[in-house]
């Protein structure tokens, strides 16, 4: 089995295992880390830090379309370079999965999103479709065997060039010893199977590409003396259910119609939210884990549901990732605010929680004191009003979080917004 790093706060501050461009990079990443960090440790910087938390806005910073960014790696590592540049970033709150290969979706005909030039506009940013590819009826197979049922089922139903994989034999056929055999590789002799496996081989070889060039203009930015605040990323196990498999409206009528099967499935898949969170911030040798909320606001489900379906199951993954030294980073989409009281039973350790639209004098009064702050402008300010009225926003955020154990950042992973708007977001608290 291949050895992981396992990275910690204090190996992060330190930029252990980064080939730094010069001694002076090294410093002004230990300078923009500590500055991080202390936010997070709820101690005082020597300034509020900003993270500009962002999907695609470093293209339309350079002026490049979504559609370019997602087919040219060289054109999106050169708007990477002058997004941190331009703006001198605290850190860098981007990573490349965020913006995959256009190519790599391509060939094995990705349905669980429209992207620029592929069912959205070039102009536009990729859009979530939700494609029903697990029924109610498919709970039993799901609950009993989740590897078998994304293998066979999932992959079949989200991946058009890969529907010969509901040939794909069960694992647990090879407990049959030399009879199992020839079960076990016949169907890689189906032509449907072949075409399968060729096209994941075309999309890994995009997608390896992909990574050559884009991966290693980010390896080059945190080089230079920028840290990087998105290492790994999970999902609440409600959310990952939710998010691909079942639908927002699948699991709001599972919530009514058959709870405890629901409950029963969200819970199989807790484990394997943590070690999702876990392996992906050690692959990228970061401790800060990325956690985007996106089923459990206000508006979503009742109180109750919230407290029995959504919180105890996160809570348990924040509570793994802690053990392990890894940094939970909640971002925590819509509105929080009944949520909050929810919230103060977090378990002990260092973790972000970003708000989008939550009132933050009350985030602040409820969890201020357990966990560092990040967000909230808001969208519509950088993409439609002016640097003065951003500014005012800005410096009122930190005057009612306060200067320790808060992150300026935008109220969402930004995409669209004047530029003129986020350069004074990020020049407010120098």
Known sequence: MMSLPEPTLESWIGGEGIDFEDEAAREQYRTRAQRYADAILREEPDRVPVAVLSTFYPAFHHGITPETAMNDGEQLSAALLHFVEDLDLDVLAWSTPLVPSARSLEAVDYRGFDWPGDGSSPETVYQAKEPDSMTAEDYDAFIR???DYLIRNYLPATFGELEGMAQFPQLISLSLGIASVHPF?????????????????EAGEAALEW???????VEEIVASGHPQSVGGITLAPYDMLGDMFRGTRGIMMDLKRQPDTLLEAVERLTPWAIELGITTARVNNNPHVFIPLHKGADRFMSQDEFEEFYWPQLREVIEALLEEGLVPWLFAEGSYENR??????LPNGPMVWHFQNTDMSMAAEA?????????NVPTSLLYTSDPEAVRDYSRNLVETVGENGFILAPGVGLDEAKPENVRAMVNSVR
Do not use: H, K
């Not at 590789?185 to 081989?201: N, R, S």
């Not at 990574?211 to 203009?217: D, F, K, N, S």
């Not at 201020?368 to 967000?375: F, S, V």
């Open 211 to 217: 990574e050559g060039i884009v991966g290693a203009t």
């Open 185 to 201: 590789v016949l169907p890689f002799g189906l032509p449907e199977v072949q075409e399968a496996l060729d096209a994941l081989e």
């Open 340 to 345: 909050l009281e929810s919230l103060t039973d």
């Open 367 to 375: 969890i201020g004191d357990q966990a560092c702050i990040a967000g």
């Open 145 to 147: 065997d989740p590897t």
